[in-house]
């Protein structure tokens, strides 16, 4: 298709697009249904007209209204939230409401967030947007308080993280699962909770909560020797001894070839553990390279079960040594 036709296409298009717009945008105004008005936001795209924007925040804001047509109002409000404070005041109010639904708190949130990087009015507004986000973090709702936790952590909030470290210590005052934490946690880098994380590796609640403690411990200095525990561990789980190695990786790289070599070279160990010290030796830093490297390698190429395993090895043998 040459460039005229196609200019020509795509302005068919837009305009045909911007009919259908228009077409649903009216539909909006006029529907006499709760339903009919869901049906229109549904094929609408994004209000444009100031009228229409009007009727959705009226919407949005109603609670006699339908939740699902309030959470479709909601999703419409983009351009008003650079506009001025109105609109953001009432998703914030929105969010931090425990008697709105909560499919309306987290449109609202869904909102406040994409609000986060374009709207200078937000900022003016942050110690009210605060409270409601720790109001949702107390939330019954699961998907809720964990997404109002994501923001607060994200934001170190201190409270909100005094309560999640609280979680791993006293499991009866949880907020969330102790990965998701431990996960919100590390948000706060300074923040001292060493003893939590080994024993979540050394005890854990579950498999999930070991992996992110090792990761947490990973991004420390001073964890070298656990993470080398771990991945010598034969009765570890090779998901946890892979995290070991690679937080070795990068803590004690002398040390981890070391380990690793003895992995690679171990046809009793996880045929899943020794790809992936080969991996690691193939691209973690200077290449490792050793005779017993080699012939680790070697033996996974002629008899390993996983076609992955056989590969890496080939392509680690297929390097020259150092």
């Known amino acids: 298709m040459n460039p005229a036709a196609y200019r020509k296409k795509m302005e068919k298009q837009v305009r045909a697009a911007a009919r259908n717009m228009k077409k649903h945008a009216a539909a909006f105004r006029k529907a006499s249904t709760a339903k009919k008005r869901q049906r229109a936001l549904a094929g609408v795209g994004q209000l444009e007209e100031a009228r229409d924007l009007a009727l959705a925040r009226r919407l949005a804001a109603n609670p006699e ?16 939230l650079a506009d001025g404070k109105t609109t953001l005041k009432l998703l914030i109010d929105q969010l931090g409401n425990p008697d709105e639904p909560a499919a309306v708190r987290g449109a609202a949130l869904m909102m406040l967030k994409a609000a986060a990087f374009h709207s200078s009015a937000l900022q003016s507004l942050r110690p009210r947007y605060i409270e409601s986000l720790r109001a949702a973090a107390e939330a019954t709702n699961p998907t809720l308080r964990q997404r109002a936790l994501g923001v607060l952590a994200r934001e170190r909030d201190a409270p ?23 996960q919100l946690l590390s948000y706060d880098p300074k923040r001292d909770i060493q003893d939590v994380l080994v024993q979540m590796v050394k005890k854990p609640p579950t498999p999930e909560a070991q992996q992110q403690a090792l990761r947490n411990l990973a991004a420390q200095g001073g964890s070298r020797r656990i993470l080398e525990n771990v991945l010598k561990n034969k009765k570890e789980s090779k998901e946890a001894r892979v995290i070991a190695m690679a937080g070795l990786q990068s803590l004690a790289p002398l040390r981890a070839t070391g380990l690793v070599e003895n992995i690679v070279a171990d046809p009793k160990e996880n045929e899943s553990l020794r790809e992936a010290g080969l991996v690691a030796a193939t691209t973690f830093g200077p290449r490792m390279s050793s005779e017993k490297l080699r012939k680790g390698a070697a033996q996974l190429q002629k008899s390993a079960k996983q076609p992955s395993t056989r590969r890496e090895a080939a392509r680690y043998l297929a390097k020259p040594p150092e």
């Not at 209204?65 to 008003?80: H, M």
């Open 65 to 80: 209204e339908p939740t699902r047509l309030r959470v479709a109002a909601i999703a419409q409000l983009t351009p008003l």
């Open 160 to 182: 909100t993280l005094n309560k999640l470290e609280n979680g791993l210590r006293n499991p009866a005052k949880a907020l969330v699962s102790p990965e998701k934490a431990l």
